[in-house]
């Protein structure tokens, strides 16, 4: 039989242990191992690296020993240091609404971050049978719908985990076609929030160890699981920086804001103390919620006195 053809496919890595690389590609999950001369270039494909690899026509992914070869690895776009993952779409930033207190000023640092390296962050409040418990039907409520409006105002999704209604199979609903991340701080649910969302995987070993066949193959390593047409990253995130970030990008970073400097009578207007600034009078008028622009004010502030390290750096 002269059945070798060898076609090329394109990819998303979704598992890395031990040289092998799992890549997802239309549905399925195929084994792949690097060409050699991925060596020479230094470069270790991380984990929602886009690659291309060459697979055996015909030749079933999920056949004992299949395996492809990984030629190329495509350009990425962004980065998450712990874990290491690349390339992500879209973060379900996970707040709680007690125990951790809920933090405007640490929410809308972590949605603006996520912006700042183009992702789509999505806001998870958890936590919401707790706060129930400690305040009371009436004033919960109250509470919670007054932060989901102004987030919802402010141009973002927002979800509240009630453990007693479809929250968790909207949210499911919600996760378009991408690699997601779950970030927050500690202690806000952001493991429960996956275990949920991912109840069905098998964390401890994946295709790779299948494939390997002996033994138990763990792996600290993040791991990217399909669910609908997403692709989840099992491992939560830690928050991103600010470095790359000019002050006059942060009106970017708050979409809200974003739309009222249209009307600004400057377009260099930076909405602290010039004359004619749309975002100053929505403040006034109360259409802008004050919490967003403290945190827009006191992002503008830190990235103002930021070391000017990375300026030299960056004039070179
Ligand atoms: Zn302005």
């Known amino acids: 039989m002269a059945e070798d053809k060898v076609i090329i496919k394109e990819g998303i890595i979704s598992q890395s242990l031990s040289g092998f690389y799992s890549v997802r590609s239309e549905g399925q999950t195929y084994v792949t191992k690097p060409r050699g001369n991925f060596r020479h270039q230094q470069l270790k494909p991380l984990v929602g690296d886009h690659v291309t690899f060459e697979w055996e026509e015909g030749l079933d992914p999920k056949a004992d020993q299949a395996l492809g070869r990984l030629i190329e690895v495509l350009p990425r776009r962004n980065q998450f240091v712990r874990p ?10 996970v707040m709680s609404l007690v125990e951790p207190d809920f933090s405007y000023s640490l929410v ?14 999505h806001l998870i409040l958890t936590k919401y049978d707790l706060l129930l418990a400690q305040e009371g039907a009436d004033q ?48 806000v649910g952001k493991s429960t929030l996956l275990n949920q969302l991912l109840p069905q995987a098998d964390i ?20 990217l699981y399909p669910l609908n047409q997403a692709l989840i990253a ?21 979409p809200e804001i974003q739309e009222l400097s249209q009307e600004c009578r400057f377009r260099s207007c930076l909405h602290l103390e010039e004359p004619g600034c749309a975002v100053k009078q929505a403040l006034e008028a109360g259409s802008l919620a004050a919490s967003r622009y403290q945190s827009y004010c006191q992002l503008v502030q830190k990235i103002d006195q930021r070391k000017p390290q990375y300026h030299l750096k960056k004039r070179r």
């Open 140 to 187: 919960a409520q109250d509470r919670v719908a007054q932060i989901q409006a102004l987030y919802e105002a402010a141009g973002y999704t927002v979800t509240v985990m009630d453990p007693a209604s479809d929250a968790l199979a909207n949210l499911s609903q919600l996760l378009h076609q991408g690699l997601y991340v779950v970030m927050g701080q500690s202690g």
């Open 84 to 93: 290491s993952v690349v390339n992500v779409d879209d973060a379900l930033v």
């Open 234 to 254: 099992d491992t939560p995130a830690l928050a991103l920086d600010f470095e790359q970030i000019e002050k006059e990008q942060v009106t970017q970073l708050f």
């Open 204 to 223: 401890e070993t994946g295709e790779i160890s299948h494939y390997l066949g002996r033994g138990r193959h763990t792996t600290r390593e993040v791991n």
């Open 108 to 121: 809308d640092q972590f949605l603006a971050s996520v912006t700042s390296h183009g992702i789509e962050p």
